[in-house]
């Protein structure tokens, strides 16, 4: 069983900066690509970026240039480092987990608030 625990949401003002957390346990980290979600109050969750296992990036075009993904598989952790933060950037951020081998399972962690307002 795979756990995704999130951390550093909070509120920030317009232009501020946050960087999140996605620990996991019970897995052989390198094997997932990772990825982060967020939902909006009324919206559908979408991808904000995502990276293999091998460090490839994929960003929304909404995030790129402000947002940045990495990993460090030797602590099983994805990070999601945000500046110049919009109000519209405000949503629920969810961790994603996707195994890559066989069983491929998806898993999720329970979120984190992320508040942008002044």
């Known amino acids: 069983q795979v756990q995704l625990v999130e951390s550093g949401g909070g509120l920030v003002p317009p232009g501020g900066s946050l960087r999140l957390s996605c620990a996991a346990s019970?897995?052989?980290?390198?094997?997932?690509?990772m990825g982060w979600y967020r939902q909006a109050p009324g919206k559908e969750r979408e991808l904000v970026a995502d990276?293999?296992?091998?460090?490839?990036?994929n960003y929304a075009e909404s995030v790129k240039g402000r947002f940045t993904i990495s990993r460090d598989n030797a602590k099983k952790t994805v990070y999601l480092q945000m500046n110049s933060l919009k109000p519209e950037d405000t949503a629920v951020y969810y961790c994603?987990?996707?195994?890559?081998?066989?069983?491929?399972?998806?898993?999720w962690g329970q979120g984190t608030q992320v508040t942008v307002s002044s």
């Open positions: 990276i293999t296992s091998g460090g490839s990036t």
């Open positions: 994603n987990a996707r195994r890559m081998a066989p069983p491929y399972l998806t898993y």
């Open positions: 019970g897995t052989i980290f390198s094997i997932y690509n």
